[in-house]
């Protein structure tokens, strides 16, 4: 589904009549999504789309968690120091290694360059193009708040 929206976005975005205010309205929308996406439902929702999707051509996802299947040998001269930040972690379904090793990173990952990207990272840009937005558009001129003209 992220796939779909951030491929529209980007066509979108490609056009050579986009202004940048329109511009920044549809990187609003594709991080409004990415938030969604965030969420335990969002992911159940990709997860269960995916399994679907692989089971229609035949793929059955691993049958246990990459890396726990055998149990690493701690070498003596560590024993001593063996505390849970030396350990590896655990994962107790298949289903959660998926949302916090691949799935959480992408989503994150894809926030924080679109925020690089087109917020920066005082969001002052964003604010003063969104009142020029206001101010240049006829239409926005009856519902531009105080605020926003006073930029």
């Known amino acids: 589904m992220c796939g ?4 529209v976005a980007s066509d979108a975005l490609q056009q050579k009549d986009m202004d940048l205010a329109a511009a920044y309205s549809i990187v ?3 991080l409004r999504r990415l938030a969604y996406s965030r969420t335990e439902e969002g992911f159940e929702n990709i997860y269960k789309q ?7 051509v035949g793929l059955d996802p691993p ?8 149990k690493r040998k701690l070498p003596e001269k560590f024993k001593f120091a063996a505390t849970s930040a030396t350990t590896d972690h655990a994962f107790p379904t298949l289903q959660v290694y998926y949302r916090v090793k691949v799935y959480n990173v992408f989503v994150d990952t894809m926030t924080q360059e679109l925020h690089r990207r087109f917020k920066g990272g005082d969001n ?9 937005h206001c101010l240049a558009v006829p239409e926005n001129w009856k519902t531009a708040s105080i605020a926003t003209a006073a930029l």
């Open 4 to 7: 779909m929206v951030t491929a």
């Open 28 to 30: 609003d929308g594709v």
């Open 50 to 56: 995916a399994t679907e999707n692989a089971a229609s």
């Open 63 to 70: 049958s246990e968690v990459p890396g726990q299947a055998r």
């Open 124 to 132: 002052s840009t964003w604010e003063i193009l969104h009142a020029f």
